[in-house]
């Protein structure tokens, strides 16, 4: 597909690089010269200098033969002008917008402007924080097939009933119909068979449906209590709409923040959340405050280095979980050296709400990637297809596949029902299916063969 991002920040760059993997044609635009120059040469696009609210500059970036434009500029004004420029256009539109005034009229925009999609980072960040607290014992929560299939990630400690064991001989989790499909250990990352030996401290993902995700823990020993009360540590949008759907869902809220201003804001705006004023990075207060007693944290505030430091500390308090807000998107693998417990970026995930977004464009004009999540740095990928009803995989069972390696299967989605596959299984028409794989580029379901 033709593709024009209007916004050369992070989700700009960040876009350009994964819609260029999968071989769109993309064209950034940016008053920046030096950024549009360098991330043009960097992923081989086109680059336009100008602004995005001018139609000159638009027409110049083919807007009148593209399929979608993205709008990710750091002014929610622009990107709402700049999908506003190409109404008559027949591109898809697509903008970032991060005031809470703005995000409330989303409807309105849509229907007046005609714009196809609005995403809020903050709101949406806050969303999968919620996710991560509703279910602590989990280190990373994906899903697939619209919700329907889940993906789980958890730490396996030494006294884990998976420590130690082959996965052909985990027989008690065969009737929970979960499969699991990635195991992280160190640096390393694998695409495991039966033989697989899981060590403690592997971090191990499964798929599962999520009605058996909490049966699933309870076998695996591990508690899956949703939190019931925590701090959040730094008051920005992300911390607010955070603190809104926990009191919503029937969460004690203590909020902490370094703003007199903000703190009396928040008093006004949540007036069910406990505010207090003062510098969450403040071990004395932390502890005066009794985080101990707490069931979670959320590290939220607009500095990566202060919630990584706050984060290690309250994992040694808290009793369930601690979520890292991070903002940069350039540093994975150091932050995932840290051993924090699960970490949050609102940039990755807006980023990956438009990607998915594009992706089930895209099933209209030659790939069938529906989702797509990448773990450990990018280093392994789990992709959701839908088989076409011309795929020359319909029918053939798998085992008579000749797959790639380092391709696992790892479920079907069909009717309704997780399929867990086996050898004697095979694709229908419309399946959702599931595979993990160390390989990249795959953008049909029939790349998984070996040609």
């Not at 000749?402 to 790892?410: C, E, F, H, M, R």
């Amino acid at each position: 597909m033709k593709i024009v991002i209007v916004g050369c920040g992070k989700v700009g760059r960040y876009l350009v690089r994964e819609l260029s993997e999968e071989n769109h044609d993309i064209t950034i635009v940016d008053l920046d010269s030096d950024a549009v120059r360098n991330t043009a040469l960097e992923y081989d696009v086109m680059g336009v200098e100008g602004n995005g609210t001018s139609y000159t500059t638009l027409e110049e970036a083919g807007i009148k033969t593209a399929d979608i434009l993205i709008a990710v500029t750091h002014s929610d004004e622009v990107n709402l002008l700049c999908c506003f420029m190409v109404k008559k256009e027949k591109c898809r539109t697509i903008a970032r917008v991060r005031n809470p005034i703005y995000s409330a009229e989303s409807e309105i925009f849509k229907q007046e402007l005609g714009i196809s999609m609005i995403i809020n980072p903050e709101k949406a960040g806050a969303a999968e924080m919620l996710r991560l607290l509703q279910f602590p014992s989990a280190v990373d929560i994906g899903s697939f097939a619209k919700g329907k299939i889940d993906l789980l990630s958890l730490r396996v400690n030494n006294n884990s009933v998976l420590a130690g064991r082959k996965l052909k001989e985990l027989t008690e989790l065969q009737k929970y119909q979960m499969l699991i499909c990635i195991v992280e250990r160190g640096k390393e990352v694998y695409i495991p068979n039966g033989d697989f030996v899981i060590e403690a401290d592997d971090v191990v993902s499964f798929i599962a449906h999520p009605g058996n995700a909490s049966r699933i823990f309870r076998e695996l020993g591990i508690f899956t209590n949703a939190v019931k009360s925590a701090f959040i540590i730094g008051m920005g949008q992300t911390g607010y709409y955070l603190a809104e759907m926990m009191i919503e869902a029937g969460m004690n809220v203590k909020v902490i923040d370094s703003n007199k201003k903000r703190c009396e804001e928040i008093a006004t705006m949540i007036p069910k959340a406990d505010v207090i004023y003062g510098d969450g990075s403040d071990v004395k207060l932390l502890d005066e405050e009794h985080i101990e007693l707490m069931d979670a944290c959320i590290c939220s505030t607009n500095m990566d280095e202060e919630n990584i430091i706050i984060s290690l500390y309250a994992r040694e308090k808290v009793r369930k979980k601690v979520v890292t807000k991070i903002s940069h998107l350039e540093f994975n693998n150091v932050i995932q050296s840290l051993n924090l417990d699960s970490v949050v970026n609102p940039k990755e995930t807006t980023a990956e709400s438009i990607l998915l977004y594009v992706r089930a464009m895209s099933n209209t004009t030659g790939s069938n990637v529906q989702t797509l999540y990448r773990l450990k740095d990018d280093s392994v990928e789990a992709i959701e297809f839908i088989v076409h009803r011309n795929s020359e995989l319909i029918g053939v069972q798998l085992k008579e596949m000749k797959l790639k390696d380092g391709v696992l299967i790892a479920g079907i989605m069909r009717d309704e029902k997780l399929i867990i596959p086996g050898g004697t299984d095979s694709f229908e028409a419309d399946d959702s299916v599931v595979i993990a794989t160390i390989k990249k580029g795959f953008l049909k379901l029939e790349d998984i063969l070996e040609r």
